[in-house]
């Protein structure tokens, strides 16, 4: 097994209930304990990959909150942090109210994971605050300024809603900090017309966070497999020995793709991993 494999979650390898089908786990479980070396790399924070992964035993960190941090899969510890600089955090909030919004702010205290909010604007927020699926996050806090936040490792800043409340928002972020922040808007896999607007540190991206995990992990000599569906992914597919896309990723991703397989909601990567080592063990 000379292979690292990389893949996307939401989209890719969980289904269209944002969860990880039976078939997969069984699949993704048999594979791991005869040593193939997998992890993912989302969007999503260690917390979230931990619960939506419970059933796996992974072998390597997991790549979080689009490749800004680099974390242990059990202990959800950081080994590698691109935080953005306070002073940016600070007129991107200011940014953010000018447009009307209110931000959600990823942050690290030093000890802790937190997501941070304040006052809540517009229907985006308050969906996100209303859904069983987010509210129980433990990392969650409500602060009376969300400038207290500055006083963590900001790790993100979100905003979420209807695309008409986001795009004006994001033009100007892309417009004001082209060399500070990674920026992207994605809609929301499981709640279509609401978007994620996210502002990273510019060195936070997937192939970066592989590259750290590559070297700290000593697999830099393993051929790099990545699989996903969405623009974000656009930058692992461009260091990858072999990307593979799934059947409902952009058009703009497919063109970065070396395969395209079938859907994310049909256990395609897992079979895609499984028929792979199959073919590297009779080779």
Request: net charge negative.
């Amino acid at each position: 097994m000379r292979s690292l494999y990389v893949s996307d979650l939401d989209g890719t390898l969980l289904g269209a209930d944002g969860t990880l089908s039976a078939a997969s786990t069984e699949i993704l479980r048999s594979l791991l304990s005869k040593g193939m070396k997998f992890t993912v790399a989302s969007a999503r924070s260690v917390s979230s990959i931990q619960n939506v992964l419970a059933g796996l035993e992974l072998n390597l960190p997991v790549i979080e909150f689009n490749g800004a941090m680099v974390s242990d899969f059990d202990t959800g510890e950081h080994h590698f942090i691109n935080s953005v600089d306070s002073s940016v955090v600070e007129d991107v909030l200011s940014l953010v109210e000018d447009f009307g919004n209110s931000a959600f702010v990823s942050a690290f205290t030093g000890s802790e994971d937190r997501l941070y909010y304040s006052s809540v604007t517009g229907e985006g927020m308050q969906w996100y605050l209303n859904n069983p699926r987010f509210n129980r996050d433990r990392r969650l806090k409500q602060l009376s300024d969300i400038r207290e936040s500055l006083d963590n490792r900001v790790i993100c800043v979100n905003v979420t809603g209807r695309i008409e409340n986001v795009e004006g928002l994001e033009a100007e972020l892309r417009k004001q900090f082209p060399d500070s922040l990674a920026i992207h808007c994605l809609q929301d896999h499981y709640s279509p017309g609401y978007y994620w607007l996210t502002a990273h540190s510019i060195k936070a991206s997937k192939a970066n966070a592989i590259q750290f995990l590559q070297n700290f992990t000593g697999t830099t000599d393993r051929e790099l497999v990545v699989f996903g569906d969405n623009s974000n992914d656009i930058g692992m597919f461009k260091i990858a020995d072999r990307a593979v896309a799934v059947s409902n990723a952009t058009s703009e991703l497919k063109a970065f793709a070396h395969e395209i397989i079938g859907s994310g909601d049909t256990d395609s990567v897992a079979l895609y991993l499984k028929n792979d080592l199959m073919n590297n063990a009779e080779d």
